[in-house]
């Protein structure tokens, strides 16, 4: 167990503020994503953790006793770096070996164990044929492997990785991710990685720690934290967002003489935005555009991959652009062209009466007839 | 035809700047014939001459060595006030005089000097002295390892060795493992530099030694006095000695290049050395 508390950080003598009084608890067994845009203080947090750097205020507790007085060698610590720091004038076998060699006398083992060790965790790693080169004729993924064998070599309870897929193509870092999660749960071990990407964090994390200007903003498991980002910041980090003039009163909020409800009451706003997160937008068949809540041309469809993005430019709604998106089958399922009008649904949009406080969800209601 | 011209071109330079001097001076040195030759390099004050000069290049490089990796050290891996300016500082030598840096001494530890007088009372003498003839040496010669060290360790930065820490190595284990290693090539290169101008310092080992015959005579001022003493065979053939530990030199390194070559990582650390 891994407690986090209170971590304060500041560069040049206090003058910029890196982190400010963070804490979290991360439990035996977990993969905790550490989430945020640059700057956020994410990795500083992480070498902390690590006693590469050491924090102004605060303190960490490993299995409840205290980490700052033990030196970063005590901790017991492994670290995967974003470059992976592999050393380039030795061998892999070399590289994987030092945290073994480097051991005081009365512990190091002996040659042949060293050997067996090595071996071993380069057949988990699927390198064994590596051995003998040296990081420089390695690829990206092959390194990343290289380096992660080097930390486990000193078997850690703790793993922790700075942007472990930074480096990587798209299709390595996929493969990578799920090959990580499976090594995490083999091995037992407790970790935490930093990553600037909310998809990496989503698909990997058993929880998601999301930092922003040095500040923990959320902690959560990731379908909470999609669903229910803790303050703005979550929420527009979390995902693209449309933006919308609309008119709010109490626990009713009018949009193009639509109204939508809540079950939370908000103070009065007129005008007043509102964000719609674009999969919330629901095209109709061209055939029930009669039926539609809401109307306007189709500007643009974009095919990218898994989801369809469309361009709709709406007829009376502040600003009138939006952006929604549809599975693929629903282009042509729904007659979608460009040029022409069509009809859509909102299903929630979502209020936020300060920055800092959760949102208030409103969804489309139908007064009695 | 360009390419001709130019490999030509440099071909000629070096023949007239290199090849016919060197040439020159063996020619002279022999001039007498080789027992003559012979009888200069085995004379008493030419064998104290090579002496004091493998002294203070000796002492001169091992100061050098902890001053540079320290030094590049402080400057590569550390954030501190004054940086800029202390790296500004490491360029001196080479804009000074070293006549002047002769000077300079003198009016520091000479008897007339700033620190002359305690000095005295001590009972240590630095000018017109051994100790002289090192510092102004040292003086001259620190730029060589430190500006090659710093570049190399900047662009390398620190993530190796916090890579070494993080797996358990303590401080000794990770300057011979880790950072050592990465900047061998540097710091080889800055040795061979700093040797051969410490065994040719000329003008601020002139000023500082008092230039006292059997003593304080370097292999160069040993040069100048027999040369001035018109004994231009023995000054020749003391000069192809000093000839002779410049191609030691040369081909040492060589040697250690070529013999490890065939290692594709110390091909790496030459390019990041070269770059």
Same mark, same amino acid.
């Given at each position: 167990m891994i407690d986090i508390q209170d971590i304060s950080k500041s560069f040049d003598h206090g003058r910029v503020p890196i982190?400010?009084?963070?804490?979290?608890?991360?439990?035996?067994?977990?993969?905790?994503?550490l989430l945020g845009p640059s700057g956020s203080g994410k990795t500083t947090?992480?070498?902390?953790?690590? &006693?590469?750097?050491?924090?102004? &205020?605060?303190?960490?507790?490993?299995?409840g006793h205290t980490a700052q007085?033990?030196?970063?060698?005590?901790?017991?610590?492994?670290?995967?770096?974003?470059?992976?720091?592999?050393?380039?004038?030795?061998?892999?076998?070399?590289?994987?070996?030092?945290?073994?060699?480097?051991?005081?006398?009365?512990?190091? $083992?002996?040659?042949?164990?060293?050997?067996?060790?090595v071996n071993e965790l380069l057949e988990l790693m699927q390198i064994s044929e590596l051995s003998k080169r040296y990081p420089s004729q390695l690829s990206g993924g092959q390194r990343q492997r290289v380096a992660l064998a080097r930390a486990l070599a000193?078997? $850690? +309870?703790?793993?922790?990785?700075?942007?472990?897929?930074?480096? !990587?193509?798209?299709?390595?870092?996929?493969?990578?991710?799920?090959?990580?999660?499976? !090594?995490?749960?083999?091995?037992? !071990?407790?970790?935490?990685?930093?990553?600037?990407?909310q998809e990496e964090a989503m698909d990997m994390a058993d929880r998601v720690v999301l930092l922003e200007k040095g500040i923990l903003q959320q902690i959560d498991r990731p379908e909470n934290i999609y669903?229910?980002?803790a303050n703005f910041f979550a929420y527009q980090f979390l995902g693209q967002s449309n933006q919308l003039l609309a008119e709010i009163s109490g626990q009713q909020l009018k949009i193009a003489g639509k109204f939508f409800s809540s079950n939370q009451p908000a103070p009065l706003a007129s005008p007043a935005f509102v964000y719609l997160r674009p999969y919330h937008i629901r095209p109709l068949p061209a055939s029930s555009i009669g039926?539609?809540?809401?109307? &306007?041309?189709?500007?643009?469809?974009?095919? &990218?991959?898994?989801?369809?993005?469309?361009?709709? +430019?709406?007829? #009376?709604?502040?600003?009138?652009?939006l952006e929604a998106e549809i599975p693929p089958s629903d282009v042509s399922d729904l007659g979608l062209v460009t040029g022409k009008t069509c009809g859509f649904m909102i299903r929630q949009l979502t209020y936020f009466t300060s920055p800092q406080e959760p949102p208030i969800l409103f969804h489309r209601y139908q007064p009695a007839p | 035809m360009g390419r001709f011209f130019l490999i030509a071109l440099a071909v000629i330079f070096l023949t007239i700047l290199l090849v016919i001097p060197i040439l020159f001076i063996l020619v002279e040195a022999f001039g007498e014939g080789f027992g003559v030759y012979w009888q200069i390099l085995t004379s008493q004050e030419t064998l104290n001459a090579t002496k004091l000069t493998l002294l203070v290049a000796f002492i001169t490089i091992i100061i050098n060595i902890i001053i540079g990796l320290s030094g590049a050290w402080a400057i590569s891996k550390f954030h501190f006030r004054g940086k800029t300016f202390l790296t500004t500082l490491i360029e001196l030598p080479f804009s000074i005089s070293p006549v002047v840096v002769g000077f300079l001494f003198i009016l520091l530890f000479g008897r007339n000097g700033w620190f002359g007088r305690w000095l005295e009372q001590m009972d240590i003498q630095i000018a017109f002295?051994?100790?002289?003839?090192?510092?102004?040496?040292?003086?001259?010669?620190?730029?060589?390892?430190?500006?090659?060290?710093? $570049?190399?360790?900047?662009?390398?930065?620190?993530?190796?060795?916090?890579?070494?820490?993080?797996?358990?190595?303590?401080?000794?284990?990770?300057?011979?493992?880790?950072?050592? $290693? #990465?900047?061998?090539?540097?710091?080889?290169y800055g040795i061979t530099l700093c040797l051969a101008r410490a065994t040719g310092e000329f003008g601020a080992v002139t000023i500082i030694s008092g230039n006292i015959r059997g003593q304080t005579d370097t292999l160069t001022l040993h040069i100048k006095n027999l040369y001035d003493g018109y004994y231009s065979t023995?000054?020749?053939?003391?000069?192809?000695?000093?000839?002779?530990?410049?191609?030691?030199?040369?081909?040492? +390194?060589?040697?250690?290049?070529?013999?490890?070559r065939a290692k594709p990582e110390n091909n790496l650390a030459l390019k990041a050395k070269k770059s």
């Open positions: 982190l400010k009084k963070v804490g979290f608890t991360v439990h035996d067994g977990e993969l905790v994503a947090l992480l070498r902390i953790i690590a &006693g590469l750097e050491s924090a102004d &205020g605060g303190q960490i507790l490993f299995d007085t033990k030196r970063m060698r005590e901790r017991q610590v492994g670290f995967v770096f974003q470059h992976y720091a592999l050393f380039r004038h030795m061998t892999v076998f070399n590289n994987v070996a030092f945290g073994l060699r480097v051991k005081p006398w009365s512990l190091r $083992p002996g040659r042949k164990t060293i050997r067996a060790k000193i078997e $850690p +309870k703790i793993l922790l990785l700075d942007e472990p897929f930074g480096a !990587l193509d798209a299709n390595v870092r996929q493969e990578l991710r799920v090959w990580l999660r499976q !090594l995490h749960d083999s091995m037992g !071990l407790t970790s935490i990685f930093v990553t600037h990407d669903e229910k980002p039926q539609a809540d809401f109307t &306007g041309r189709i500007d643009k469809i974009l095919f &990218g991959g898994s989801t369809i993005k469309l361009h709709i +430019k709406t007829e #009376n709604m502040q600003p009138s652009f | 002295a051994v100790p002289g003839i090192v510092l102004v040496t040292i003086f001259v010669t620190f730029p060589f390892i430190i500006r090659e060290l710093v $570049p190399l360790m900047q662009e390398q930065g620190k993530d190796d060795e916090e890579a070494a820490l993080s797996l358990g190595a303590k401080g000794w284990q990770i300057f011979f493992r880790v950072t050592l $290693p #990465n900047i061998k090539w540097g710091l080889i023995q000054a020749f053939a003391v000069s192809s000695l000093l000839l002779l530990l410049a191609l030691v030199t040369l081909v040492l +390194k060589s040697l250690l290049e070529w013999s490890s």
